[in-house]
């Protein structure tokens, strides 16, 4: 029985410790920059911005040559690791369709 409340003891000390933190230092604009330059995102930069230095990583559709994509950006001591993953393209809104039947 000891062993079952040590077990679950440790549990709950280290779930909240798996929760994203924010970064050691801010993330600047100009970090950001090359990636806007290759993708277009619905978001700003100052939007992203906030997250990341909030959160300490953010995950962002964007578009690149006619491809969607979730771009998952992490803040680390060493800098920032983006990793890209392709997704489908998002279903035309009603508000779309009745536009191009016109």
């Known amino acids: 029985?000891?062993?079952?409340?040590?077990?679950?003891?440790?549990?709950?000390?280290l779930v909240p410790t798996a929760c994203s933190l924010p970064p050691e230092r801010p993330?600047?604009?100009s970090e950001l920059m090359p990636l806007f330059k290759a993708f277009e995102f619905e978001e700003s930069p100052e939007e992203i911005l906030a997250v990341l230095n909030k959160e300490g990583e953010?995950?962002?559709?964007?578009?690149?040559?006619?491809r969607y994509y979730w771009i998952k950006?992490?803040?680390t001591s060493k800098g920032l690791v983006v990793e890209y993953y392709l997704r489908?393209?998002?279903?035309?809104?009603?508000a779309t369709e009745?536009?191009?039947?016109?």
């Open 58 to 66: 953010a995950t962002i559709p964007a578009q690149w040559r006619g």
């Open 73 to 75: 950006i992490l803040v």
């Open 88 to 94: 489908k393209a998002p279903e035309a809104t009603e």
């Open 1 to 13: 029985m000891q062993i079952l409340k040590t077990l679950i003891l440790t549990i709950m000390l």
């Open 98 to 102: 009745a536009t191009e039947e016109e």
């Open 27 to 29: 993330v600047k604009e």
